[in-house]
């Protein structure tokens, strides 16, 4: 059974993973081309947090950052490892878009990196239904990210 909890930093798992990620992506973006955020950065009153749990284990995280009441920026999502390549990349950002459209929000949009360890992320993305645009919020161009948006069906 799957459960979506939010807010969860502290416990163990979560924490672990999140910690996993950031070193992961800062050691394969150039830098200056790292937009991950840390727990604190999580933790922003204008970001909410969930991680996805199935039957006691936590099968991944994503938070939503509101640009603005109608605009949402994914964040941190990540996969622990023993679920990758299973089809539950899908599954967390179809429950991160339930969310986002309970919230009203209309337009999603993602920061990723352009390099090949991306590359999984981007496939996934892309099967969400995300397509590449221009640089949104407070990013510029960079060869070393790819921006992407998908509008939602709030109906």
Request: hydrophobic share 40%; glycine share 8%; with cysteine.
């Amino acid at each position: 059974m799957l459960k979506l909890i939010e807010g969860n930093f502290n416990l163990p798992e979560v924490n672990l993973l999140l910690k996993k990620h950031f070193i992961e992506l800062r050691a394969a973006s150039p830098k200056g081309s790292a937009h991950v955020l840390d727990i604190p950065g999580l933790q922003e009153l204008s970001i909410k947090f969930w991680s996805l749990w199935e039957d006691g284990q936590l099968m991944g995280c994503g938070a939503l950052k509101f640009l603005d009441k109608e605009h949402g920026e994914f964040k941190s999502i990540r996969i622990e490892d023993n679920f990758r390549g299973k089809g539950n990349g899908i599954m967390v950002i179809n429950h991160l878009i339930d969310e986002a459209k309970k919230l009203k929000i209309k337009k999603l949009s993602i920061e990723t990196g352009a390099g090949k360890f991306f590359a999984p992320a981007r496939k996934l993305f892309d099967n969400c239904g995300f397509k590449p645009c221009k640089p949104f919020a407070h990013y510029k161009e960079d060869v070393n990210s790819l921006y992407l948006t998908r509008l939602l069906d709030n109906n």
